[in-house]
């Protein structure tokens, strides 16, 4: 007899559930079970169905989740006490450990996500020392990425047309594990960070303040097990997880972005530009010109620039507003600079001056150049109108955005760079003298035609049509 202990526990975890997404479940645990699911299959017969860590990675044959994963999974569905039940000893996950497991992770909060994330982290439970934490981070996001990729979610982008992302995840590990606190407050570095004991409440708090985690278990449970990815979610953070990519397909341009970066830059977007990015200038595709750079990226909308330093160091920053060509500073305190490699980090406005962006081109009496923060001839991101110099200063930081110096040398020579913008083109993007740009510059027109606002050359219209469509 299971007793009303296990039914009431049980019912009130399906209850969150919508009826459709119950039968989604039901219809997964008689999968991984193995049973008909028949009428009859329904009653008390059902609850006796285990599921085993064998049938769940056989389940995965087609490997829509890394091995590691899926073990992580399995050790989080046993870790639930079910009562009346001595904890933990039997090796099969009964369905109402299955159906909690799934609503805690899906629909709880830190509280009750957290003893299931403990155990995924470490079969033992706590306290858990930070490399294990920084192992079950890294199986996370390269889960996340995995499994997109498989489920072919990642929008337009692919694990070709980006940079490999074995370093990205590892970056973006290090920049959620730099949320960990220790229980005095201090946050640990390096090999500190690794070796320090965390307990239960100070995971929690990390998990409650980094929703990347919940995000990304969220993204593994749905797109892994295919379970409730059908269905409308309530929140809109997995929505956006990764925007929409237009103007790279079919060109065979490499990004200097890799998925776990566009996740995070994404993510600190302000929302309503968080669901396509577009491809505006890349040196590869439209030549190393401060002119050509101008051009492609003048009344663009929101965009943001990325460039790659000859030391390899990646970095860059989100201009709130359409760039303009004039000699006063623009924007506004939503702009931010990053760094992608060799750390992955966002630094944010200050209030210290509203020195948000700048590009000037062409004037004999002010600096002719694109730049981000701090002041003029000692920007936190500059690249000079004499294409191929920039600089990054930062004595110790960037007055308006606290970031640190961002490339390898303070005056770098510029490697390859590109420039997105992200959300909605403006509504006049382009229309001024579009007869003559037109005419001057197929790639001004082939960016017009990407961005649908033109319809004349057909010729032009083929792959972009295609990358429309790109999803």
């Known amino acids: ?21 119950q039968s989604d479940i039901d219809g997964l645990f008689d999968t991984l079970s193995g049973s008909s699911g028949s009428a009859g299959a329904k009653n008390a017969k059902a609850t006796k169905k285990t599921v085993t860590l064998a049938a769940l990675q056989a389940a995965h044959t087609r ?3 890394p091995e590691p994963m899926t073990v992580r999974l399995y050790n989080g569905m046993k ?5 009346g039940k001595s904890s933990g000893l039997s090796e099969q996950i009964a369905k109402e450990q299955f159906v909690i497991f799934m609503s805690n992770l899906l629909k709880g909060n830190a509280d009750e996500k957290i003893s299931i994330i403990m155990r995924m982290i470490a079969k033992t439970g706590g306290p858990l020392k930070g490399k294990q934490i920084q192992e079950f981070t890294e199986d996370l996001i390269t889960s996340v990425v995995h499994v997109l990729s498989y489920r072919k979610e990642l929008r337009g982008w692919s694990l070709e047309n980006t940079r490999d992302s074995s370093s990205g995840v590892k970056a973006l590990a290090s920049e959620l594990l730099s949320e960990l606190k220790l229980p005095d407050g201090t946050k640990p570095v390096g090999s500190q960070l690794l070796e320090a004991n965390f307990d239960q409440s100070v995971i929690e708090d990390w998990v409650y303040r980094v929703p990347q985690i919940s995000v990304f278990l ?8 295919h379970v409730l990815h059908s269905l409308p979610d309530q929140t809109n953070d997995i929505l956006n997880l990764v925007p929409h990519c237009k103007g790279i397909k079919g060109r065979g341009v490499v990004s200097l972005f890799d998925i776990p970066a566009i996740i995070y830059i994404n993510s600190h977007l302000p929302a309503e530009l968080q669901h396509k990015w577009q491809l505006l200038f890349s040196s590869r595709l439209h030549g190393e010109s401060f002119s050509q750079l101008c051009a492609h990226i003048v009344n663009k909308g929101p965009c943001i620039v990325i460039l790659r330093d000859l030391d390899g ?6 201009a709130s507003h359409s760039w303009e060509v004039k000699p006063q500073f623009q924007g506004d305190n939503r702009c931010f600079l990053f760094s992608v490699f060799p750390t992955l980090a966002v630094y944010t406005y200050t209030g210290y001056n509203d020195h948000y962006m700048y590009l000037n081109h062409g ?16 920007f936190g991101l500059w690249i000079d109108s004499d294409y191929g110099k920039g ?3 930062a004595k110790p930081r960037c007055t308006t955005y606290n970031s640190p110096q961002l490339s390898a040398k303070e005056d770098f020579t510029l490697d390859a760079m590109e420039v997105w913008a992200v959300g909605d083109a403006p509504e006049n993007a382009g229309r001024k003298g579009k007869k003559s740009i037109l005419d001057v510059d197929p790639q001004a027109q082939a960016l017009l035609e990407m961005a649908g606002k033109s319809r004349q050359s057909e010729g032009l219209r083929e792959p972009i049509e295609e990358d429309e469509d790109d999803d």
């Open 363 to 378: 004037q004999q009496t002010m600096p002719n150049g694109l730049g981000m923060g701090g002041q003029h001839g000692y």
């Open 79 to 83: 870790s639930i006490d079910l009562p």
């Open 218 to 225: 969220s993204v593994v449970i749905r797109q892994g097990l």
């Open 391 to 393: 600089h990054s200063k």
């Open 63 to 65: 490997e829509p989740l």
């Open 1 to 21: 007899k299971m007793g009303n202990a296990e039914s009431n526990a049980y019912q009130n975890h399906l209850s969150r559930f919508l009826p459709e997404e």
């Open 313 to 318: 160091f990646l970095f860059g920053g989100f």
